[in-house]
């Protein structure tokens, strides 16, 4: 028998004093600055230790994903916009083991990159876990594996943040081998069951935290690799009736 890598059902928890501060940063932070970087930072840096007990309430998609995830002895996995790191928590228990080479973790955003380096150094990760602060769009970015060697590239709920998002997928590619796996989760529109009403208005209000709700993320992804799973479901907010629910995907393709 070959095995299977041990997952663990990653739920950290938070206090509503902690949600509360970090509902305020989404609904009424100001986002500013001039590059993507800058704007980014200003939207999570007063939020960023918080992000991990509310985001795992909202972000439906990861779970799925992470537990669907194809690893194989001696993974080499990159995390793109990675965030916090948290997806790792998913392989708390294995990620030091043989089932992996090494993982990468890349984001923009300092104040996220910091919370993801804390978080090796309390786990005592280091040596296996790298946390790379820069653009998941860069194909010369310093830090990554070379083009062709990756087994696993994971980009959850960072598509509809990137606003050239081809190109994150461009540079997915490029990190694959051939027969290695991309893992996208993100919040999509349902061309099939979903009201033109509603999309309008998860698109805009989306929008207006610099998110973008595109139907051909999924279109895209199906195009370029081959289509091992996919599933589209709807997934509730913290502290928002249950009738309003946004679609989510949780895509698994494979490089030919
Ligand atoms: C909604 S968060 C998701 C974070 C993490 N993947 C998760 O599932 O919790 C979106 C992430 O994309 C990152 N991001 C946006 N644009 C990026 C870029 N061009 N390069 C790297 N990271 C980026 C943000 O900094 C943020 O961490």
């Known amino acids: 028998m070959v095995g299977e890598v041990e997952r663990t059902d990653y739920a950290p928890q938070g206090t509503i004093m902690d949600d509360l501060r970090v509902l305020k940063a989404m609904w009424f932070g100001n986002i500013k600055g001039g590059s993507h970087q800058d704007q980014l930072e200003s939207f999570y ?3 960023a230790h918080l992000y991990d007990q509310y ?7 990861r779970k799925p994903l992470m537990m669907k995830m194809p690893v194989q002895k001696g993974c080499v996995w990159v ?8 997806n790792v928590e998913f392989f ?4 030091m083991t043989d089932w992996f080479d090494k993982v990468y973790v890349v984001d923009l955003t300092p104040s996220l990159a910091k919370v993801a380096k804390k978080r ?3 786990n005592k990760w280091g040596g296996k876990v790298e946390i790379i602060l820069g653009d998941a769009t ?4 310093e830090g990554l594996p070379p083009s062709g060697s990756c087994d696993v590239v994971s980009i959850s709920y960072a ?3 990137i606003p050239n998002w081809k190109d994150v997928l461009q540079n997915a590619y490029r990190l694959l081998k051939p027969g290695g796996h991309i893992c996208v989760c993100d919040f999509t529109l349902d061309a099939k069951s979903q009201w033109s009403a509603s999309k309008k208005f998860w698109k805009y209000l989306f929008s207006t935290d610099h998110i973008y709700l595109n139907e051909e993320h999924i279109t895209t992804l199906q195009t370029m690799f081959e289509e091992k799973h996919l599933e589209v479901s709807y997934g509730t ?5 249950r009738l309003l629910k946004c679609p989510y995907y949780a895509f698994i393709g494979m490089k030919k």
Do not use: C, E, I, W
Not at 79 to 86: E, H, I
Not at 138 to 141: C, G, M, Q, S, T
């Open 159 to 161: 598509v509809t943040m």
């Open 79 to 86: 995390d793109l916009g990675g965030g916090t790191a948290s």
């Open 120 to 122: 090796v150094a309390d």
């Open 55 to 61: 985001r795992h309430r909202m972000l439906h998609g």
């Open 138 to 141: 860069d194909p010369k970015l």
């Open 237 to 241: 907010f913290p502290y928002v009736p």
């Open 92 to 95: 708390s228990k294995s990620v």
């Open 45 to 47: 840096n007063k939020q």
